[in-house]
Each structure stands twice: as C-alpha cells, then as structure tokens.
C-alpha cells in the first residue's frame, strides 16, 4: 500500500494521521498555508496551516452543530452571518431555514472559498443560492459596521495566524452591536481534553459584552482529541424556539433531542467553565 500520509501535529505531543492517496492542491495563499488531499478514511480533506479544517465524511457534524444550535433559539432568524468558514458548509446548514433571508460569509482568503468550489462543491454550492452574500474582508473590520444580525456564526482556524484577533474579548464587544438584542453569537471554541484555558478566557471575553454565556458538545473524529465544544453567547438567556418539532430540516447529526442534549456536560467539561 502506498505509504503517503497526511499528519496534523495537533500539539508538540500529539498527532492525527491520515494516508491519502492524492494531493489535489496545495498552496500557498495570501494568509496561510493550504492543502486538499484525498484521504481514504474521510474522504477528501481541506488542512489550513497543516491544520484540518473539513473533511468529506465529517464536515456534516461541526457545520450543523456550529448553525443549527443557535438557529433554533430563535423564532424568525432573518439576517445571520459567518465570520470565516470559507468552505461554505456553515451557509448550507444556515439556508435551510426558511425564515433567512441573508446569510454572509465574511472571509479573508478569497482562495480557500475558491478551493472549497473547486473540491468541495457538495459543501460549497450553498454560497451560489441567492440568499448567499460573500465578503473577502477582515471579519474584525466587517464585524464593527454590521448591525441588526440575528445570529454571528464564529467559524474560525485555531488562535494562531489570521484567526487569532477572533478570540479576543474586543471582538465579541463589536460582535454585541452588530447583533439584534435577542441575537446570538456562537463560536468553535477547540478540544475541553486540550485547550481548558483557551476555553475559559474565551468564555471570559464573551462575558464582558454578554450576560449569558453557555458551552455544548459534539464529537468531531479529525479535531484534535475527537471531542469539540462550542461557546454561545447572548444578552439575554435563549430558550429553543417552537419551531424545533415545526420546522422539518434535513440533518445528519443535530437533531431536536440534541438541541438539549449537546448542554449536557461532562464533569470535567463542567469545571472547565
Ligand atoms: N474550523 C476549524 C476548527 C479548528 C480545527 N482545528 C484543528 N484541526 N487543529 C473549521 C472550518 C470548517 N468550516
């Protein structure tokens, strides 16, 4: 068997490895280092800076878990907004409800969102829908002239590189205006088996702006440890719209009983936050 191997050193001890059987591309861009390669175990894989960012077989998980979970907090979320998330998998859960009428997809590097429809059309095509707007700016810039958004979908790289002024406390405080008052932030908030600090200084910074600030789960097999969390944050405390058993959607992991379910912490997960 050919022995090519894809390998995220996920921290300086630990690794993920991937045998793949192709690389498709790989690139330096304006911002970072990119990489899409056929794997046999997930299918094909996008990496940012030798990071995994989606995969085929998984991307199902984050992108719906990252949307839906605040979505279904509202009754009529109109106007939502992607800072990052350049593959497009954020948009495509976002338009499945009705009530948006405009997701934005606010990215930095025009060339992964190029790669994604290149590679990654069954992730991508949603950005083409009419309802799609594509911004290729800074999302901290963009983020402090923006107002009246439902929902603020945080889908960022890890806090190194371009995506580290995405976790600090001044960009949650711009994210609070451009949020209508019922609106909700939510960002990926990395591995509570790796990353418990990076978690609660996140958290920290959500709570100088928001009142009410609350951490779920799901499993992610490519992320570092396989287990990821997610931070949301609101001024007010949400509580799951009547649309959770109305609005049918089409989903491979949420599902109305998750909606509850991913709050449900582990212990250790609990004492993180
Ligand atoms: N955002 C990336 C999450 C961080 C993954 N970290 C890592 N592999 N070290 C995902 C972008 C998908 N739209």
Known sequence: KRQTWFTEYQTDSLSLGL???QILKAEETAFQDLLVAETETYGRLLALDGAVQTTDKDEFVYHEMITH????MLDAPRKVAVIGGGDGGAIREILKHQTVQEAHLVEIDQAVVEAAREFFPAISSALSDPRAYVHYVDGIEWVKSARDFDVIVVDSTDPVG???????AEFYQSIAKALSPQGILVAQSESPFLHQSLIRQMKAGMQTA??????????IPTYPSGFWSFLMASKTPPSVSRRLNEDAIETRYWTPAIQHACFVLPKFVEDIV
């Open 162 to 168: 371009p995506a580290k002024g995405l976790f600090q």
């Open 19 to 21: 045998r793949i059987e």
């Open 210 to 219: 928001f009142s009410d600030v609350r951490l779920y789960l799901a499993a």
């Open 69 to 72: 979970v605040p979505l279904f």
